[in-house]
């Protein structure tokens, strides 16, 4: 059987090269504590930044639509799957971002995969980021444009590439906060740059959704833009949101193109209506406790403040996603493993999801860490061999 074999081989050349991925089951909420294997971690790897996830009103709203609409949708959208909790959370998040409209998506990966496939072609053109996220590359992929990547954050090279092509649409996709460095792209350039050159802006706002911003809006807010005109904004309800599912919003002509085009959107199942009701409320928190944001900022400034004294390496990252780079995929696991020995969960992060040589162990603040959680961190990193 030679595929057996084949991926026999594959398989001790990934554990040889530290590259092996192993799943965790998580035997509680993924709050500020986790337990796994029957043992309690403080929890420094969860994407639920503002601690949303066991908040009792989400739980409620969730709970609620379980017992009036099911347990399912049972359907697309467009079939019979999109139901009055649908219709709220869309028109919720347009109002909120400061959109015409909006569209809901099972999970990120779809919404990614729908924009660039519904608006390009083969003659067109997309430039990405050089660390956008593997959905982003993966849609553009498969809408058959000719794909052309830009040195991180560099407006001017993505510039150049612009300048270069005169024919077709144009599209540029970034990340709002890169996902494994915690950066915040250059939008402002970014979109003078797409609006010089008649290019479609797109920003995956997935990290900075109900995090950046003073109300949560995200990263174009934060620099005075917003989903309107040439911009589209992606975000997912998976994160600050604490629910499932994802979003893009914008003009309106651009968000009834995807309802009549978006195979992601047309061929799927709706989201349950549970995750739906848990993310309206989250939305509505954003605004009602401004306080949890102001609390993960403060977290984020004294990891920063107590990191820099002991020595520990960190990028320039000023949102919750403070990755501590070591280079090599052993050493990231070593690290990785010595948080965990110490009862920390904070994970490695290898190949191919970040470049080879730059593997790091990925630590991320929440609004439930304290001061003491945060000291304990900053402890177990300085003790590590």
Same mark, same amino acid.
């Given at each position: ?233 992606? +975000? ?74 002991? +020595? ?30 110490? +009862? ?12 080879? +040589? ?28």
């Amino acid at each position: 059987m030679p595929w057996r074999n084949e991926l026999c081989s594959q398989h001790a050349d990934r554990k040889a090269a530290s590259l092996w991925r192993e799943l965790r089951t998580l035997e509680s909420s993924p709050g500020r504590t986790v337990t796994i294997a029957g043992k309690s971690f403080l929890n420094f790897c969860s994407n639920n930044y503002l601690s949303l996830a066991n908040h009792r009103q989400l739980v409620a709203a969730a709970n609620a639509a379980t017992e009036k609409y099911g347990t399912g949708a049972t359907a697309s959208h467009l079939i019979i799957g999109h139901n009055t909790v649908h219709q709220q959370l869309e028109s919720r998040i347009a109002e909120f971002v400061g959109a015409e409209k909006s569209i809901l998506f099972s999970t990120g990966y779809m919404a990614n995969s729908a924009v660039p496939t519904t608006f390009l072609g083969r003659n067109d053109l997309i430039v990405q980021d050089r660390l956008n996220h593997a959905s982003m590359i993966d849609g553009a992929r498969l809408s058959t444009a000719k794909l052309q990547r830009y040195p991180h954050c560099d407006s001017v090279a993505a510039e150049q590439i612009l300048t270069k092509r005169d024919l077709g649409r144009k599209m540029l996709t970034t990340d709002g906060v890169f996902s494994m460095d915690g950066s915040i792209a250059p939008l402002a350039d970014l979109k003078t740059i797409c609006d010089r050159h008649h290019a479609m802006l797109v920003v995956d706002d997935a990290h900075g959704f109900g995090v950046v911003g003073d109300t949560g809006q995200g990263c174009l807010s934060s620099c005075g833009l917003g989903p309107r005109g040439n911009t589209l904004m992606l +975000g997912t309800l998976s994160k600050a949101a604490a629910s499932f599912g994802a979003f893009v919003a914008g003009d309106a002509i651009y968000i009834d193109t995807l309802v009549q085009h978006a195979r992601p959107f047309i061929y799927t199942t709706a989201l349950p209506t549970s995750a739906a009701a848990a993310a309206l409320k989250a939305i509505e928190l954003f605004e009602a406790e401004t306080w949890r944001r102001a609390k993960l900022v403060d977290n984020i400034a004294q990891f920063r403040k107590l990191a820099v004294a002991a +020595g520990v390496p960190l990028t320039e990252s000023t949102t919750p996603i403070q990755p501590i780079s070591v280079g090599d995929s052993q050493s990231a696991l070593q690290l990785a493993n010595h948080l965990q020995q110490n +009862g920390i969960m904070a994970i490695a992060i290898r190949p191919p999801t970040v470049p080879s +040589g730059q593997s790091r162990v990925r630590i991320t603040l929440m609004t439930d860490h304290t001061r003491e959680d945060i000291e304990n961190l900053i402890a177990v990193l300085k003790s590590a061999p």
